[in-house]
Nanobody, 117 residues
Framework: VQLQASGGGLVQAGGSLRLSCTASGTIFSITPMGWYRQAPGKQRELVAAITSGGSTNYADSVKGRFTISRDNAKNTVYLQMNSLKPEDTAVYYC????????????WGQGTLVTVSS
């Protein structure tokens, strides 16, 4: 599975960005997808996830501000980020995983989001 993320950048607090991640090498429509982030000196954390059926869940810190969605026709998952805060600054990673006896995770290359105050 290959994941190509894009859309990061520098934005002022209160602004918006949309991240995109295009997947290949998997049957995208049945693949659970997610976005994680890692800030300097911190552990990687789940930001948002979406199941193959479209159910979503979010970290408490982004609820009401971020929206994850998927377009199965384009093999792409999106993360719309509104009302950005400086604490949202991190490298954002696209994730796909396969469930089985063991969960197997696949990661994109990461895209940097910097929110200035």
């Amino acid at each position: 599975v290959q994941l190509q993320a894009s859309g990061g950048g520098l934005v002022q607090a209160g602004g918006s960005l949309r991240l995109s991640c295009t997947a290949s090498g998997t049957i995208f429509s049945i693949t659970p997808m997610g976005w994680y982030r890692q800030a300097p000196g911190k552990q990687r954390e789940l930001v948002a996830a979406i199941t193959s059926g479209g159910s979503t869940n979010y970290a408490d810190s982004v609820k009401g501000r971020f929206t994850i969605s998927r377009d199965n026709a384009k093999n792409t998952v999106y993360l719309q980020m509104n009302s950005l805060k400086p604490e949202d600054t991190a490298v954002y990673y696209c994730n796909a995983h396969k469930n089985g006896v063991l969960r197997i995770d696949y990661w994109g290359q990461g895209t940097l989001v910097t929110v200035s105050s």
